[in-house]
């Protein structure tokens, strides 16, 4: 069974960057399609961006331009570059399959405040 390690969130400021990383154990993470979920205070999860084996990437409106998820077939990781970070974004950033098949991991906190 997939496990999943999310890293690289922290405290940030407006504006600021941040990249994210997701360790995903075993061969198979390259067959499948992956998406960066995000699950803000008081809300459901939600699928924010996702990327195909292939490397082809869709996102939510709110994220075009300004975050780019990314993957590393050989390393077994994704990542997700995140830009101009705004207070809305604060949440807790998950990965997975697309759709969300695997154990959820831990997630990673990142907050946006001045």
């Known amino acids: 069974q997939v496990q999943l390690v999310e890293s690289g969130g922290g405290l940030v400021q407006p504006g600021g960057s941040l990249r994210l990383s997701c360790a995903a154990s075993g061969s198979i993470f390259r067959l499948y399609a992956m998406g960066w979920y995000r699950q803000a205070p008081g809300k459901v999860r939600e699928l924010a961006a996702r990327i195909t084996s292939g490397g082809t990437t869709t996102y939510a409106d709110s994220w075009k331009g300004r975050f780019t998820i990314s993957r590393d077939n050989a390393k077994n990781t994704m990542y997700l570059q995140m830009n101009n970070l705004k207070p809305e974004d604060t949440a807790v950033y998950y990965c997975?399959?697309?759709?969300?098949?695997?154990?959820w991991g831990q997630g990673t906190q990142v907050t946006v405040s001045s």
């Open positions: 997975n399959a697309y759709p969300g098949t695997w154990p």
